[in-house]
């Protein structure tokens, strides 16, 4: 009585009595009954999970420069859920952020989280954020440095006729000219240049000499009416002005001898006079006149008259 001979689908004969196919679904869920054909046989897998044959597999795999999904996020091999440092997450694989840097280098690629990220920069340029700038700016009375140079804006490299480079930047070359007046200010190569003088002074290289010497018997001009070395602008007494040099008052005195130099304000001058002659202003006059004849008759014959 009561032996079976077959059995239902999910269930095997077990002697003369029906068993069910049962057992346990790891990571999922056992076939409905009527579809088992053995122990443990999944139909369906938990998330994370996928059905090999009767049987649950873990989606597995790994994940190059990151870390692979929570298990329960997985739907195939392979897939990412987070990536390394200067990597990203694309659809389930990380990439590497790349790109480029303009005037620069890329940040190492463990601290990039962009691309063209930059992490230092080419001479010239600094970085600001990622990115390279150029070091810019202008510069007053001058040419820029060349850009690869530069440390900072505003850096002067030449300087424009008449100012000179003070580390970087354009210092005009200034100063005074004792004497005189400065250089145009495009026509200075140093300080203190003259290039024109005061009257009385005149232009020794960059500098104002003042016209200077002596003069023979006599005196200087004044400084501001000099207009070269040894001008003379009066003379002592004797000698007179000939253009800007002392001359003596010279000549000959007829009949006589000239005056003492100093004493002189001509030429041909007398000061003293020869025997019979006596001085007549400044001239030798003869003394002169005439004698009458009856008063040396009259003392004649009265000489005459005595003697006897």
Same mark, same amino acid.
């Not at 095997?12 to 054909?37: E, K, M």
């Not at 001479?123 to 140079?149: F, H, I, K, N, V």
């Given at each position: 009585?009561?032996?079976? *001979? /077959? &059995?239902? @689908? !999910? ?8 068993? =069910?196919?049962? *057992? /346990? &679904?790891? @990571? !999922? ?8 054909? =053995? ?270």
């Amino acid at each position: 009585d009561n032996q079976c *001979g /077959s &059995c239902n @689908d !999910g269930y095997y004969l077990s002697g003369t009595v029906c068993q =069910a196919w049962a *057992g /346990s &679904c790891q @990571d !999922g869920q056992l076939r409905p009954q009527a579809q088992r054909t =053995a122990e443990s046989q999944c139909s369906s897998c938990n998330d994370g999970y996928y059905l090999s044959g009767t049987v649950c597999q873990a989606w597995a795999g790994s994940c190059h420069k990151g870390s692979l999904r929570p298990q329960t996020t997985r739907t195939a091999d392979n897939q990412c859920g987070s990536c390394n440092a200067g990597y990203e997450l694309s659809a389930t694989v990380c990439q590497a952020w790349a790109g480029s840097c303009q005037n620069g280098q890329l940040r190492a690629q463990a601290e990039r989280t962009a691309d063209n990220q930059c992490g230092s920069c080419n001479d010239g340029y600094y970085l600001s954020g990622t990115l390279c700038q150029p070091w810019a700016g202008s510069c007053q009375d001058g040419q820029l440095r060349p850009q690869a140079e530069r440390t900072a804006d505003n850096q002067c490299g030449s300087c424009n006729d008449g100012y000179y480079l003070s580390g970087t930047v354009c210092q005009a070359w200034a100063g005074s000219c004792q004497d005189g007046q400065l250089r145009p200010q495009a026509q200075r190569t140093a300080e203190n240049q003259c290039s024109s003088c005061n009257e009385g002074y005149y232009l020794d290289g960059t500098v104002c000499q003042a016209w200077a010497g002596t003069c023979q018997n006599g005196h200087l001009q004044e400084q501001a009416e000099r207009t070269a070395d040894n001008q003379c602008g009066s003379c002592n007494d004797g000698y007179y002005l000939s253009g800007t040099v002392c001359q003596a008052w010279a000549g000959s005195c007829q009949d006589g001898q000239l005056q003492p130099q100093a004493e002189r304000r001509a030429d041909n001058q007398c000061g003293s006079c020869n025997d019979g002659y006596y001085l007549s202003g400044t001239v030798c006059q003869a003394w002169a006149g005439s004698v009458r004849m009856d008063s040396c008759d009259h003392k004649r014959s009265a000489r005459q008259r005595t003697n006897a």
